[in-house]
C-alpha cells in the first residue's frame, strides 16, 4: 500500500443551484414510487399466494382422483379376474359335456367380457371429474 494522500478542491457548480422546491418534489416522488412499488409488491404476492392454494387445491384433487380411479381399477379388475376365471371353467364343463350351444355361450361371454372397457361403468368420467372436490362431492383426504 502506498502512504499517498491525496488532496483536493470543492469546486462550486457553475449551473445554478437547484431550489429546494423542485428538490422538494423529487424526494415526494421517491416516497410515492417507493409506496407505489409497496403496494404492487403486496397484490403480486397476494396474487402468488391465491396461485399457490389454487395449485395445491387442484393437486389435491387429482391425488384424489388418482386414489379413487385406481381403486375403482382395482376392483373392477379383481371382479373381471374372477369373472373371467369363471366363464374359462364353465367353458372346461361345457366342452366336457359335448354341447356346442353351451360352448358358443360361453366363448360369447368371454369375447364380450374382453372386449368391454373397465371404464364403461363409468357412465360420464367428465362430470365425476368436475364434482370432484365440490362441496356437493368433497374430497376425503
Not at 354341447?99 to 361403468?121: C, Y
Request: charged share 25%.
Amino acid at each position: 500500500m502506498s502512504d499517498t494522500v491525496h488532496t483536493g478542491k470543492v469546486l462550486r457548480s457553475k449551473s445554478s443551484p437547484i431550489p429546494t422546491a423542485d428538490a422538494f418534489a423529487a424526494l415526494n416522488e421517491i416516497v410515492a414510487a417507493a409506496r407505489e412499488y409497496g403496494r404492487i409488491r403486496q397484490q403480486e404476492q397476494t396474487k402468488r399466494a391465491a396461485i399457490a392454494a389454487a395449485e395445491h387445491v387442484q393437486v389435491d384433487r387429482i391425488h384424489a382422483a388418482e386414489k379413487s380411479l385406481k381403486l375403482y381399477f382395482k376392483r373392477v379388475f379383481a371382479e373381471r379376474a374372477h369373472t373371467s376365471e369363471e366363464m374359462f371353467i364353465r367353458l372346461d364343463q361345457a366342452m366336457d359335456s359335448g354341447d356346442p350351444q353351451m360352448v358358443h355361450a360361453v366363448v360369447r361371454g368371454i369375447v364380450d367380457l374382453a372386449q368391454s372397457s373397465p371404464l364403461a361403468g363409468l357412465d360420464d368420467f367428465g362430470k365425476f371429474w368436475a364434482e370432484l372436490g365440490t362441496d356437493d362431492s368433497p374430497v376425503e383426504l
